[in-house]
Structures are given as C-alpha cells and as structure tokens.
T-cell receptor, first 114, second 114 residues
Framework: TQLLEQSPQFLSIQEGENLTVYCNSS?????LQWYRQEPGEGPVLLVT?????EVKKLKRLTFQFGDARKDSSLHITAAQPGDTGLYLC??????????????FGQGTILTVHP | DTGVSQNPRHKITKRGQNVTFRCDPI?????LYWYRQTLGQGPEFLTY????????KSRLLSDRFSAERPKGSFSTLEIQRTEQGDSAMYLC????????????FGEGSRLTVL
C-alpha cells in the first residue's frame, strides 16, 4: 500500500509570506499531481510532474518532484488570500490503466490572512 | 457547462436505507472514477470504469457498495443498508485514456447517515 505524508497539515500565514508544503513517501510514483480543493467542491488539478527532479512553475507556485520520485514540494511565493484552500498531493503507481488510480495525501489546509 | 456533474449534491438518510448517487462525466472522457473523502482526509480511490467495463472494484469498501456504468456514459454508485460510517463526500472524476492521468472532479455528493 502506497502512503503519502503531507506536511504541515495546517498553515496560517499573512499575505505576502512565502510557504512550502511537502509530500513524502517511501514508495516510488510514476507521476505525482497537486490539487487544490475549496470547501464543498471537488479537487482541481494544479500540475502533474512525471520526471525525477522535474520543476514546474505556475505563476507564483513552484512544484518539484524528487530525484527518486518519492517526494514532492509545492512552494508559493508572496501568498495571497485567494490562495486559501486545501492542497492535496496525489501519486500514481505504474502507467497505462493505472493513471487515475491515485493515492492522495491527507492534505494541507492553507489560510492566508489579508 | 461541460464539466463533471454529480447529483444529488447532498443526501441525508437514516441508517439502513439505500442511497444512489449519479455521475455524468465530461462527454469525451471514457474513464470514470469514484473516490470517497472523509473530513480531514484526502480522497480515497474506490473503483473505476473504462467505457462500460469496471476495471477494478477491489477497493470498494464492502459488498454493500456497488457501481455501474451501463452504457459507458453516466455512472451510479449505490450503497445498500447505509451505516453511520458511510457518511462522507463521494467524488466522481473522469479522464481521457491517453493523457497523463489528469482527473476532472465533480463537486461531489455529500452523504449524511443519521
């Protein structure tokens, strides 16, 4: 059974601060995705990383996949209140028909205060 | 709007009753997934379909849970003889087979068992 540990579970910061969320596992994943979820809504995909060491940027968000494809991080620069939400990492093992059978971390609840 | 549609959005039922949730995926997506999310946790994979074929159902939580996708379009998830522990958000997602596993989630169906 693959497990993904996210840390921290809760993060409360002021607008303009930087933050990093970590996602760690002892398992190797063929791809790892980050989602953002708002209360009462389904998760929305932010990014997919598939290559060890890969770094992807999405405006103020930077995602990194570990060299061994066992861990990932999400860094937000100059956080804004609109970044508030639940951030989830999710990993897939194998390819082909396994895509979509994701193992999710427990999530990081981010609150950005104006 | 052509996103993933789920209904009902909320269902309150008494213990022992049967409930059914419906999911209409994005029309060109041939893969459909069901996940369950409890409070404070990330989504947990239950089952998935490619067209009308159910490719994995071993993760369904018990034999009280069943899912169908009779014509390869919409899907239903049925829970028989509900228990209080079944209270959760039931999420449906769809994807196109050849992509890298990006899932498009619906807004979820929240079940409360009294």
């Amino acid at each position: 059974t693959q497990l993904l540990e996210q840390s921290p579970q809760f993060l409360s910061i002021q607008e303009g601060e930087n933050l990093t969320v970590y996602c760690n596992s002892s398992s190797v994943f063929s791809s790892l995705q980050w989602y953002r979820q708002e209360p009462g809504e389904g998760p929305v995909l932010l990014v997919t990383v598939v290559t060890g060491g890969e770094v992807k940027k999405l405006k103020r968000l930077t995602f990194q996949f570990g060299d061994a494809r066992k861990d990932s991080s999400l860094h937000i620069t100059a956080a804004q209140p609109g970044d508030t939400g639940l951030y989830l990492c999710a990993g897939a093992v194998g390819g082909g028909t396994s895509y979509g059978k994701l193992t999710f971390g427990q999530g990081t609840i981010l609150t950005v205060h104006p | 709007d052509t996103g993933v549609s789920q209904n009902p959005r909320h269902k309150i039922t008494k213990r022992g009753q049967n409930v059914t949730f419906r999911c209409d995926p994005i029309s060109e997506h041939n893969r459909l997934y069901w996940y369950r999310q409890t409070l404070g946790q990330g989504p947990e994979f239950l089952t998935y379909f490619q067209n009308e074929a159910q490719l994995e159902k071993s993760r369904l939580l018990s034999d009280r849970f069943s899912a169908e996708r009779p014509k390869g379009s919409f899907s239903t998830l049925e829970i028989q003889r509900t228990e209080q522990g079944d209270s959760a958000m039931y999420l449906c997602a769809s994807s196109f087979r050849l992509n890298t596993g990006e899932l498009f989630f619906g807004e979820g169906s929240r079940l409360t068992v009294l």
